[in-house]
Nanobody, 124 residues
Framework: QMQLVESGGGLVQPGGSLRLSCAASGRAISTVVMAWFRQAPGKEREFVGAISRMGLSTYYADSVKGRFTIPRDNARNTVFLQMNSLKPEDTAIYYC?????????????????WGQGTQVTVSS
């Protein structure tokens, strides 16, 4: 069993930056694929990005490519979502997820463990 707890959400102005954290327990993040998803009101859950087990590969949605990255700290068993150049359309609840699959996936169905989510609002 693996538990994930997100933190770091909040209100930020357009063009600003925010860093979300996802603290994992119960299993090492180096043994799973870690990903971030988001869900805006009235919309389906959307893939944001994923990082491979050893952190050597990443995969991002086109909508965030070049603006978002997924750093990780294996010693703290924590992954992050670094969000730069934020836009109002980035407003959503952001979820951390983990999967035992051996490849990077953008499908929520492939992920076994989920955090509770953290709200990000981009507005002036």
């Amino acid at each position: 069993q693996m538990q994930l707890v997100e933190s770091g959400g909040g209100l930020v102005q357009p063009g600003g930056s925010l860093r979300l954290s996802c603290a994992a327990s119960g299993r090492a993040i180096s043994t799973v694929v870690m990903a971030w998803f988001r869900q805006a009101p009235g919309k389906e859950r959307e893939f944001v990005g994923a990082i491979s087990r050893m952190g050597l590969s990443t995969y991002y949605a086109d909508s965030v490519k070049g603006r978002f990255t997924i750093p990780r700290d294996n010693a703290r068993n924590t992954v992050f979502l670094q969000m730069n150049s934020l836009k109002p359309e980035d407003t959503a609840i952001y979820y951390c997820a983990a999967s035992a699959i051996g490849y990077l996936s953008g499908s929520p169905k492939e992920y076994d463990y989920w955090g509770q989510g953290t709200q990000v609002t981009v507005s002036s």
